[in-house]
Each structure stands twice: as C-alpha cells, then as structure tokens.
C-alpha cells in the first residue's frame, strides 16, 4: 500500500513562513515538502539520541527574523 499522507493545518507567523519558504527555494523543495524534511530531520535526531533537538522546545524563542 502507498505511504498515505495526513493534512495537517498549520498556523504559523508570516515572517516565519517567509523565511521557510525562502529556505525552501534555496534547497529546491516546496513549502510543504521543506516543513516535511525539516520535521521529518528533527525526529531522526530525537530517535538518534534520546531526546528532543533542544531542552528548551517548550519555550518561547526570539528569532531574528
């Protein structure tokens, strides 16, 4: 059986979501599919090591945007 994909909504700042979809241009990917590999890179890690990417995930974070 093929991989069934979920929708899932999203709601996220405008100057995040410019700066993902910046990013996402410069690695050739959708929005959508840099959301996915981004997420899909932070479970890896969280698999690989035990615990989440960052002791912090729950707080609040300033990005320079």
């Known amino acids: 059986m093929a991989d069934q994909k979920k929708q899932?909504?999203?709601r996220?700042?405008?100057k995040?979501?410019?700066q993902l979809a910046a990013w996402?241009?410069?690695d050739f990917r959708s929005l959508n599919g840099q959301?996915?590999?981004?997420?899909?890179?932070c479970v890896k890690q969280r698999k690989k090591d035990g615990?989440?990417?960052s002791?912090?995930?729950d707080?609040?974070?300033e990005l320079d945007l």
């Open 51 to 53: 615990k989440y990417v």
């Open 35 to 41: 959301i996915e590999y981004l997420l899909t890179e």
């Open 8 to 10: 899932v909504p999203l």
């Open 59 to 61: 707080e609040g974070i």
């Open 24 to 26: 996402a241009e410069d």
């Open 16 to 18: 995040l979501y410019a």
């Open 12 to 14: 996220i700042s405008a």
């Open 55 to 57: 002791e912090t995930l």
